[in-house]
């Protein structure tokens, strides 16, 4: 669990943009890549401790594991409004 503000800011932006990746049609080799990118970015710019990146890196691990962060929503018809 990431309890350090910073830590958690990279983990949201992060997160959403491996899902928006997703949707535009990457899989997960390249989702990967990028994921590798951006934690070798945080690597070399310190600006997390060390030790923070690799939390930050064991928890996308685990969000990119679990399916259900990529299915895509069930978009439903909007209808009008039944007034009575």
Do not use: I
């Amino acid at each position: 669990m990431l309890t350090d503000t910073r830590s958690v800011r990279y983990y949201q932006r992060l997160t959403d943009a491996l899902v928006e990746l997703w949707r535009r049609g990457n899989r997960f080799s390249e989702l990967q890549l990028y994921l590798d990118g951006y934690l070798a970015c945080l690597r070399q710019s310190n600006a997390l401790e060390p030790y923070l990146v690799h939390r930050l890196e064991e928890e996308v691990f685990r969000f990119l594991r679990d399916p259900s962060n990529f299915e895509l929503a069930m978009v439903q018809p909007q209808t009008e409004p039944d007034y009575y």
